[in-house]
């Protein structure tokens, strides 16, 4: 069941186009990474999917709802946390989640309390005081123990800590595991590629990919280290090889997956003596594809 999904979603401030016909659709019990550069489109996006933009044409639903026009509606099953918060200096962190929750109805105390503990949150301080971790911590718990369908995150983890980064992870696999959906924006492209199902890359308002990490990882390449007895002498010159180092019969290089079967038969010919197949990661998979967008295309 599709529970968000965007059409030649286009957004244009005078003759900047900010969004330039994006295509995004985000399946129940499904984690969405959504990626790119500061000032790709990504909060451009996530604006007009809360209803804080209107989009200048395509369309966007949630639920099946127009984001625009049922907005206050769709904000009763939807959890937000943005990548910067801002507070009341003079409420306490405690005051703050309170308030969050109370505008949902009923608080969850024991769900709240969880949370606090989980992520070493102190809330009698007041917000004035707090670091930028502890305000986004604010955010996380607030949006976290409330009872939602849909939770947008826009560099949910900016400020924390490497040990809250996995608590925060731990929580959102736990929300996945009981059916709610997630659109996580994010730059730690280690955070998303262990979270998430599906991925977009967004780049000047244009969606260059999107689909699955296995779906989209047969474009990019696998990483070899192999030692063999006797000398590859064939293998600069075979198809799908890049960035080859030799080093006496040790060779390091790239290979297009597409053609792992040819060269190892080649390599095995040879005798291999040691091999270390480094399979690619999300990181080799965004750069190769934001740099090949520079180039005039994704590759």
């Given at each position: 069941?599709?529970?968000?999904?965007?059409?030649?979603?286009?957004?244009?401030?005078?003759?900047?186009?900010?969004?330039?016909?994006?295509?995004?659709?985000?399946?129940?019990?499904?984690?969405?990474?959504?990626?790119?550069?500061?000032?790709?489109?990504?909060?451009?996006?996530?604006?007009?999917?809360?209803?804080?933009?209107?989009?200048?044409?395509?369309?966007?639903?949630?639920?099946?709802?127009?984001?625009?026009?049922?907005?206050?509606?769709?904000?009763?099953?939807?959890?937000?946390?943005?990548?910067?918060?801002?507070?009341?200096?003079?409420?306490?962190?405690?005051?703050?989640?309170?308030?969050?929750?109370?505008?949902?109805?009923?608080?969850d105390v024991a769900r709240r309390d969880e949370l606090i503990e989980d992520f070493q949150f102190d809330p009698t301080k007041?917000?004035?005081?707090?670091?930028?971790?502890?305000?986004?911590?604010?955010?996380?718990?607030?949006?976290?123990?409330?009872?939602?369908?849909?939770?947008?995150?826009?560099?949910?983890?900016?400020?924390?800590?490497?040990?809250?980064?996995?608590?925060?992870?731990?929580?959102?696999?736990?929300?996945?595991?009981?059916?709610?959906?997630?659109?996580?924006?994010?730059?730690?492209?280690?955070?998303?590629?262990?979270?998430?199902?599906?991925?977009?890359?967004?780049?000047?308002?244009?969606?260059?990919?999107?689909?699955?990490?296995?779906?989209?990882?047969?474009?990019?390449?696998?990483?070899?280290?192999?030692?063999?007895?006797?000398?590859?002498?064939?293998?600069?010159?075979?198809?799908?090889?890049?960035?080859?180092?030799?080093?006496?019969?040790?060779?390091?290089?790239?290979?297009?997956?597409?053609?792992?079967?040819?060269?190892?038969?080649?390599?095995?010919?040879?005798?291999?003596?040691?091999?270390?197949?480094?399979?690619?990661?999300?990181?080799?998979?965004?750069?190769?594809?934001?740099?090949?967008?520079?180039?005039?295309?994704?590759?």
């Amino acid at each position: 069941m599709t529970i968000l999904k965007t059409t030649g979603l286009t957004k244009k401030f005078g003759t900047f186009t900010a969004l330039d016909g994006v295509n995004i659709e985000v399946d129940e019990g499904e984690i969405y990474g959504f990626i790119g550069p500061n000032g790709a489109g990504k909060s451009t996006t996530i604006r007009i999917l809360l209803g804080m933009l209107k989009a200048t044409s395509g369309k966007a639903t949630i639920f099946g709802k127009d984001v625009w026009t049922d907005a206050v509606d769709l904000h009763q099953r939807i959890a937000y946390v943005p990548g910067d918060v801002n507070l009341w200096p003079n409420l306490t962190g405690g005051e703050v989640i309170d308030l969050f929750l109370k505008l949902r109805g009923p608080i969850d105390v024991a769900r709240r309390d969880e949370l606090i503990e989980d992520f070493q949150f102190d809330p009698t301080k007041k917000c004035g005081s707090y670091s930028k971790g502890n305000r986004q911590k604010i955010a996380l718990i607030s949006a976290l123990a409330a009872d939602v369908d849909l939770y947008i995150l826009d560099e949910p983890t900016s400020g924390l800590d490497p040990l809250m980064e996995r608590v925060f992870q731990d929580y959102v696999i736990d929300a996945k595991n009981n059916g709610k959906s997630i659109l996580l924006s994010s730059h730690i492209l280690s955070e998303v590629e262990r979270l998430c199902d599906k991925v977009g890359i967004i780049r000047e308002g244009q969606l260059i990919e999107s689909g699955t990490l296995d779906d989209m990882r047969h474009l990019t390449r696998t990483n070899l280290h192999i030692e063999t007895k006797e000398p590859l002498s064939e293998l600069a010159r075979m198809k799908g090889i890049h960035n080859l180092v030799v080093k006496n019969t040790i060779y390091d290089f790239q290979i297009d997956t597409e053609q792992m079967d040819a060269i190892m038969k080649y390599v095995s010919q040879h005798g291999i003596v040691n091999m270390v197949s480094t399979p690619p990661t999300l990181e080799d998979l965004f750069m190769r594809h934001y740099e090949g967008a520079e180039k005039g295309g994704a590759s």
